[in-house]
């Protein structure tokens, strides 16, 4: 039987799926690029040093700001799927 609590997890479910297949994918493209990017300046003579390690600290914030982001979604969904009951 349906009720107002279980579609309401049924459209928490919904959406934490697409977010997690959205995510996954960001993360694996951004990945590329970063660790791509990354390559081209750490193999480019004419870059000066420091601009790599800017540039790996700007991808390192990146990444931890990706998995930050993550968590915060997934404790999110559980408190909203305690709060519609199902939890």
């Known amino acids: 039987m349906l009720t107002c609590a279980s579609v309401a997890q049924l459209g928490l479910d919904l959406a934490k799926a697409t977010f997690d297949n959205v995510a996954a994918s960001v993360d694996t493209l951004q990945t590329i690029v970063e660790d791509q990017l990354t390559a081209a300046v750490r193999g480019t003579a004419w870059i ?37 009951g199902n939890g």
């Open 48 to 84: 000066p040093g420091p601009v790599g390690d800017v540039l790996g600290s700007s991808v390192g914030l990146a990444r931890c700001t990706r998995g930050s982001v993550r968590a915060v979604v997934d404790r999110c969904y559980v408190e909203l799927s305690r709060l519609v």
